[in-house]
């Protein structure tokens, strides 16, 4: 039986990767995250899994 | 005309790895879902677009078999603040962004028309929702609508917003009103009205300080009141439930004292109707399975002066099948009350299980039991009003009985 795939926790993953992989980058000076795309970013992180729980429905 | 155009967007929830977005937008364009999956990957590698994208599109591109998309299923539901909050930050993100690029009026704009955005969305959006509904078919009225006035419904009742949608629209109102604040705000037009907003202020805060003690007490002593009031309810209640079923039945008891079987009679039945009240309440028989074989029980019963225990567990709304179960079931319980009722333990059961997809029904009496084989073609008692109508309705009856071991009518019915 194929085992069902858990939506929210798939999306906060990537969402949580993409950020840490950010933050990584801006740590090693290959790119430079300052207040005005870190906040947008992290905003970003939150809203998605958000959305991605509400859309998910209630757990059974 | 083409197939791909024939067919509606619809996401591939079943057959997609997460939403089933790339898999249907590559069914419905006729591109291989891999390719979507890595363009997606890499924009939300790049800037987050492709997982805004994703799941802009995951709330309003309606799954396969579904009819609406899935923002629209969800209005009213718990979920919805999660979705309106979750598309709120990433809203703001988004412009965040914009900002940050300078794709930005300026601050003293954008923020109070997009709260005011905001705020007339909500407003529109539930008085929409309230708009009168279409003209009701030819035909008597509904006596609530023929209250107002003789056949039409109040006009200003028509337009005036439901309970449930003054909530939004008190959110959206403050939205606007804190919109154009800060509107006045960020330019600087509130500065010779503040001194008369800090007066005010003061003086309410002051007025609240002074007057909370009477303000809790007041509310501490509406809720005692409105406790104490639903408690006078529940006794008026019980008090009138009892005067009208088990004094009556007392009195009734009193009146026919000389005559047993009818005392035994209104005993029984005032049993059976407390048990449903303090279970709280009985099904109508005409609507559920159960409360038709209690139904038929009673009525057995009290024709035949037998006692009659009825045990049901579950319930279903009652179709053709289920009235034959109900007419097979009670013509078990009155051979059971003809042929085993007088006897020794002559107490009759009958117990049931409705599931969804299978619904048994046992008979079971303590008589002298027959032999089904001995009984003569003629009598049509079992065959064919339990036997014959259970099977010309997709069910079975088995009768399992021997002479001295009692009697157990087994009614079963697939769905």
Redesign the interface.
């Known amino acids: 039986m194929r085992r069902r795939?858990d939506?929210v926790s798939?999306?906060a993953g990537?969402?949580i990767s993409?950020l840490g992989?950010v933050l990584l980058l801006d740590r090693t000076g290959v790119i430079e995250v300052g207040f005005?795309?870190g906040?947008?970013?992290l905003?970003?992180c939150?809203?998605?899994?958000?959305?991605?729980?509400?859309?998910?429905?209630?757990r059974r | 005309m083409s197939g791909m155009s024939a067919r509606p967007l619809r996401r591939d929830a079943d057959g997609g790895i997460v939403a089933g977005v790339c898999s249907g937008v590559g069914r419905r364009l006729g591109v291989d879902p891999i390719i979507l999956r890595v363009a997606f990957c890499a924009a939300t590698l790049v800037g987050g677009t492709g997982l805004v994208v994703y799941l802009l599109a995951w709330a309003l591109v309606p799954a396969e078999g579904e009819g609406r998309p899935t923002m629209a299923r969800l209005a009213g539901r718990r979920e919805t603040w999660l979705v309106v909050g979750g598309s709120t930050l990433l809203l703001l993100s988004v412009l965040l962004l914009l900002r940050e690029w300078g794709l930005w009026f300026s601050d003293a704009i954008a923020w109070p028309v997009l709260l005011a955005g905001a705020g007339a969305a909500l407003i529109w959006r539930q008085s929409a929702a309230a708009a009168p509904a279409a003209p009701p078919p030819p035909g008597p009225a509904p006596a609530r609508v023929r209250v107002g006035g003789p056949g039409s419904p109040d006009p200003f009742r028509a337009r005036r917003l439901p309970t449930p949608a003054l909530g939004p629209v008190t959110v959206g109102a403050a939205l606007v009103v804190a919109a154009g604040l800060v509107f006045l705000w960020l330019n600087d037009a509130l500065a010779p009205a503040r001194d008369v907003i800090l007066a005010v202020v003061v003086v309410v805060v002051a007025l609240t300080l002074i007057l909370a003690p009477w303000w809790l007490r007041l509310v501490r002593g509406l809720s005692a009141e409105r406790a104490e009031r639903i408690r006078s309810q529940e006794r008026s209640e019980v008090a009138a439930h009892l005067h009208d079923s088990v004094l009556q039945t007392l009195a009734l008891v009193q009146r026919r004292a000389g005559d047993p079987r009818e005392v035994a009679n209104l005993a029984r039945r005032q049993e059976r109707e407390l048990r449903a009240w303090l279970n709280g309440g009985r099904p109508e028989p005409g609507d559920s399975l159960a409360g038709s074989l209690e139904a038929a029980a009673a009525e057995v019963e009290e024709t035949h002066g037998v006692p009659i225990d009825v045990v049901a567990v579950g319930d279903a709304p009652i179709d053709e099948q289920g009235a034959a179960l109900v007419a097979a079931a009670r013509e078990a319980l009155v051979n059971a009350a003809k042929f085993a009722g007088g006897g020794a333990g002559g107490s009759i059961s009958l117990y049931a299980e409705v599931g969804e997809e299978r619904t048994e029904v046992f008979v079971r009496d303590r008589g002298p039991g027959f032999d089904l084989a001995a009984v003569s073609e003629d009598r049509r008692g079992v065959r064919e009003s339990i036997v014959g109508r259970m099977h010309r309705h997709g069910g079975s009856a088995t009768v399992h009985s021997t002479p001295g071991g009692g009697t157990e009518v087994e009614l079963v019915i697939e769905r």
Request: hydrophobic content about 65%.
């Open positions: 795939l939506r798939l999306v990537l969402a993409g992989v005005g795309y906040l947008p970013a905003l970003a939150v809203g998605a899994i958000l959305l991605a729980a509400g859309l998910e429905g209630p």
